[in-house]
Every structure is written in structure tokens, then in C-alpha cells.
Nanobody, 123 residues
Framework: QVQLVESGGGLVQPGGSLRLSCVASGFASRYVAIGWFRQAPGKEREGVSC????????YYADSVKGRFSISRDNAKNTVDLQMNSLKPEDTATYYC????????????????WGQGTQVTVSS
């Protein structure tokens, strides 16, 4: 069956870095745009970034532009999110998901989601 499994979350100090990884299985992920979303307690879910199946289209929310970088390795069915210069406001549960729209001004989640990985930025 379709699975998306995230890893790489943790506790990091402000200014630090983390690399999240999403491993896809059960479908031909290389044809599918994958996105990263996050949700903090009491806040709406936010589309953080996405990458097209071929990796030629990337989207970043304004809140992370210049600090986060998304990449994928279709040979390994992975999509990574490199997060640098982390801020306390980046604290959230991060999810990878298939997308129905990736690029332009937004990312829209599709059908399949991972279970999430917690990122906490605190001193």
C-alpha cells in the first residue's frame, strides 16, 4: 500500500539545522510532486515546500524561503527538506504528503500523508 514515512525531526537550538527525510513506497513516486507541510498547536496547517516529480519545479513558503531547501532522489524514492537557520516559530509537526498542486504561489496537499515528525526549536 501507499506509504510515506518521515524521519529526522528533533530538538535544535535557534540558528541550528535539521534535515528531514520522506521515504515513499507503494506507488511510482517519481511521477508525483511531494510536499512538506507543518502544523503547530493552535495554528492552521501550512504548506512549507514542494518539489515536482522530476525535481524541476520547487516551491517555498515565504516564511522559509532562503532557509529551507527541498530535494529528491528518485532512485531512492526520497524527498528531503534541509532546514537551516531555524527559528522558534519553525516548531511544528512536519508531514510529507503527495500534492495535487505544486508551484506558482502555493502547494496543495493530495491524498496520501505520512505520520509526521516533530521539530522543536528552542534554547
Amino acid at each position: 500500500q501507499v506509504q510515506l514515512v518521515e524521519s529526522g525531526g528533533g530538538l535544535v537550538q535557534p540558528g541550528g539545522s535539521l534535515r528531514l527525510s520522506c521515504v515513499a513506497s507503494g506507488f511510482a513516486s517519481r511521477y508525483v510532486a511531494i510536499g512538506w507541510f507543518r502544523q503547530a498547536p493552535g495554528k492552521e496547517r501550512e504548506g512549507v515546500s514542494c518539489i515536482s516529480g522530476r525535481g524541476d519545479i520547487r516551491y517555498y513558503a515565504d516564511s522559509v524561503k532562503g532557509r529551507f531547501s527541498i530535494s529528491r532522489d528518485n532512485a531512492k524514492n526520497t524527498v528531503d527538506l534541509q532546514m537551516n537557520s531555524l527559528k522558534p516559530e519553525d516548531t511544528a509537526t512536519y508531514y510529507c504528503a503527495t500534492t495535487s498542486r505544486c508551484g506558482g504561489e502555493s502547494v496543495v496537499a493530495g491524498t496520501y500523508w505520512g505520520q509526521g515528525t516533530q521539530v522543536t526549536v528552542s534554547s
